[in-house]
């Protein structure tokens, strides 16, 4: 291991070009260097001294070998042929013609420092344990983990939103129902759609569990974002606030945090391990964050089969068979087969040598074939730039869907969208006839059709994975057609528009804002109905607020899915079926406005026929209260987790100390502090603010601290070193230069 203390040392990279190395008191790395190139050389040496587990266990995952390398049982063998159908790997390596050279460069520098460690230090204890020798890092291995970045979590919400309209369009649910949930988007379903779903002769529901809960994979979910102009902050500076919503029961912390000094400025923010680059941060010049834009970047389309031929406007075609072999430990192999062509992957059985006839789900994802390169061109030209418009340009080529906040020290502030956006012929909810390849996507839009803002008269900007109403003009594309729901974002205007100015303090305190508009609105319905008992009176005191010592915070919530199961469940799902769609998925941690809609109206006679608003509501409080009858918990009783190692996942004893806690997540999907947690696949899996980030352009300071700690190394004083911090919404103060 590169033994760093607080003394700078200096190296020399593989080019003999000369950087130092240096660890602050606070554990974050800095390199000090000319060129770029060998500051990402530099940047692989440190992710591979403070995080080498998670570079190479990410690897393997993405490449789809679990089951050869770490444990072979039904469970990884599933993963690993969902990541080899999704091809992450592959699709990268085909990548790398269209890299641009100066980003090659920069990425191969990367790669150089990496397999440098590799010679000089070899792996690390748990591999050896595992008895797995990490092979030479690639260039389309980073490639691979953008890939990664830019589906789980991401495009796979709505891959899994599109799964559940087809589930319940194949389950007889009332259509009318189904479209009223997600209006206007199914207006144009149609019945020939409806037969051809019906008739499918494979359907996997939803996303399989196994891996869209898989703790080793960093999934990227929701997130706030704010910044203020000069006009609207004390110091006359912009001010930009991150907090992106991670999974944040697992250790080490996702991010990686580094101050970055290079003859194009000093940086200092976030990295992804097992990419070069800053992702979210500042520099001198400019500061930068995103939150998950909830583009739809994702459709599935109905094959027509035959004779192992797929139909394209009268036309039988052949389809590309990508054969796939993924070994297993101690011997033996499983032979894939996916059918393939310029649309997409079909979703069949992998070990069938034709597809029989009939008709099949094809998976179109935008980022496919080509969703790496252009993001890793932008990672390395985000260091050339000094103002706001020169981000924009470079953010605005970046693939993954994201809402990116943008300040710079001329007091510009700016929103860009970014993310490849499909031409599509309908809104994108329901499957089309592929067979006609109008139907089928005509490219990409163009960047000019991403949605774009400069200085606006408010002064702030913000975004909250909400649907950009407020950045609309009457003529742009339909981009976002699922977003979430939009409590969390008038949270945000709500306390910027409070007052006129504010401090580096109090943006600090809106980060750690606990106060629900869900819950108002739906107590404001509730409230007549409370009576003089002990429910009512914990409901009636409540503050909205979902901190740790309240109970009304545990009752509502209660109260909130009685209702939702007695509205919906029975002609929705079935009860079963609705039980584990809201306790054991992030179908409403992810949609549970389009429930709220129809919930705060109340009038629909789809859903209201037979019984009224006022009783549904009544049932639910009664409910709640026998549910309570020995007593109520406060929140910090149940909402608890773990926080576990992502390699051993809790399989070792605590006294080991490989994981933390348990810790209590507070908030909830509607609070600024989105404080997520959930059952799936006998796992808890959460999303909760994965970093704070605050800084003020007028200086050189910036308050951060992370759900976690520098570093991978369990037995290392940095592994867990800012947890308690982060749990009680205190921050480091970290200089820029």
């Excluded at 389309?301 to 075609?317: M, T």
């Excluded at 109970?551 to 899915?561: D, L, R, S």
Aim: net charge neutral.
């Amino acid at each position: 291991m590169i033994k760093l203390d607080e003394n700078k040392k200096e190296f020399l990279d593989n080019k003999k070009e000369s950087y130092t190395l240096n660890r602050r008191s606070s554990g974050i790395t800095e390199i000090s260097t000319q060129s770029l190139n060998t500051s990402a050389y530099a940047q692989a040496m440190t992710h591979c001294n403070d995080r080498f587990v998670q570079i190479f266990l990410l690897r393997i995952i993405g490449q789809g070998r679990i089951s050869e390398l770490l444990n072979d049982s039904t469970e990884t063998n599933e993963i690993d042929k969902f990541m080899r159908k999704m091809n992450f790997y592959g699709s990268s390596k085909q990548e790398l013609s269209q890299l641009d050279p100066c980003a090659r460069a920069f990425f191969q520098s990367y790669c150089d420092g990496i397999n440098d460690y590799l010679k000089e230090h070899g792996t690390v204890w748990e591999f050896k344990l595992l008895k797995v020798k990490p092979e030479k890092w690639n260039i389309e291995d980073s490639l691979m983990i953008i890939k990664i970045m830019s589906y789980i979590g991401l495009a796979q919400t709505q891959q899994d939103a599109q799964k559940l309209i087809i589930q319940l369009v194949r389950n007889n649910v009332d259509l009318k129902k189904i479209k009223s949930l997600f209006s206007p988007h199914l207006d144009t379903l149609n019945l020939e759609t409806i037969e051809d779903l019906k008739k499918l002769k494979f359907f996997e529901a939803l996303i399989p569990e196994e891996v869209k809960f898989l703790n080793e994979l960093p999934k990227f979910m929701a997130s706030n974002n704010w910044i203020l102009s000069g006009k609207k902050t004390n110091s006359g500076n912009v001010i930009q606030c991150n907090d992106p919503h991670l999974e944040v029961n697992r250790l080490p912390a996702i991010w990686y945090e580094q101050i970055i000094h290079t003859q194009e400025g000093n940086f200092h923010g976030m990295t992804m391990p097992g990419i070069p680059g800053i992702i979210m941060g500042r520099s001198e010049n400019i500061s930068f964050g995103f939150t998950y834009g909830f583009m739809d970047m994702v459709d599935y389309f109905i094959e027509d089969i035959k004779e192992g031929k797929f139909l394209r406007d009268s036309q039988w075609e052949e389809f590309n068979i990508r054969k796939e072999v993924i070994k297993k430990k101690g011997g033996g192999e499983i032979r894939c087969n996916f059918f393939e062509n310029s649309c997409g992957t079909v979703e069949a059985e992998t070990d069938l040598e034709e597809l029989p006839n009939g008709k099949f789900l094809n998976l179109a994802w935008s980022c496919r074939n080509n969703g790496a390169a252009a993001s890793a061109k932008s990672l390395y030209e985000l260091y050339k730039c000094k103002d706001v418009h020169s981000l924009k340009e470079v953010l605005s080529h970046i693939t993954i869907s994201c809402n990116w906040l943008l300040g710079d020290i001329h007091g510009n502030i700016a929103y860009q969208q970014s993310g490849q956006f499909p031409n599509r012929k309908s809104t994108g909810l329901y499957p089309l006839k592929a067979s006609d390849s109008k139907n089928l996507w005509n490219g990409m839009r163009p960047k000019s059709d991403l949605l774009s803002v400069l200085n606006p008269e408010c002064g702030f900007l913000a975004t909250a994975n909400n649907d950009l109403a407020d950045y609309l003009s009457a003529d742009s594309p339909l981009s976002i057609n699922l977003p979430m729901g939009p409590y969390r974002y008038q949270r945000i205007k709500n306390l910027l528009e409070s007052q006129e100015k504010f401090d580096i303090e109090q943006l600090k305190k809106m980060q750690s804002d606990l106060y629900s508009l869900q819950a108002e609105l739906f107590m404001q319905e509730l409230s007549p109905y409370l009576g003089d008992d002990s429910i009512s009176s914990i409901l009636k005191t409540w503050n909205f607020n979902y901190d740790r010592e309240s109970q009304g915070a545990i009752v509502f919530e209660h109260y909130y899915f009685e209702l939702l199961r007695l509205v919906f469940a029975k002609d929705l799902a079935g009860t079963d079926a609705w039980d584990y769609i809201a306790n054991k998925s992030s179908i409403l941690v992810d949609f549970y406005y389009f429930f709220d809609t129809i919930l705060l109206e109340g009038k629909s006679p789809l859903w209201f026929a037979h019984s009224s608003k006022e009783d549904f509501i009544q049932r639910a409080l009664e409910n709640t209260k026998k549910n309570f009858r020995s007593g109520v918990p406060k929140l910090k009783d149940i909402r608890r987790t773990p926080m576990k190692n992502i390699l051993f996942d809790g399989k070792l004893p605590n006294f080991l100390g490989f994981d933390y806690g348990p810790i209590t997540i507070e908030g909830s999907r509607a609070t600024i502090v989105q404080g997520a947690l959930y059952e799936a696949h006998g796992r808890i899996s959460t999303f909760c603010p994965s970093m704070r980030f605050v800084c003020d352009l007028g200086d050189t300071k910036s308050y951060t601290v992370l759900a976690g700690g520098v570093s991978d190394r369990r037995f290392s004083k940095l592994y867990t070193s800012e947890v308690e911090m982060w749990l009680n919404y205190k921050y480091k103060s970290v200089e820029l230069n």
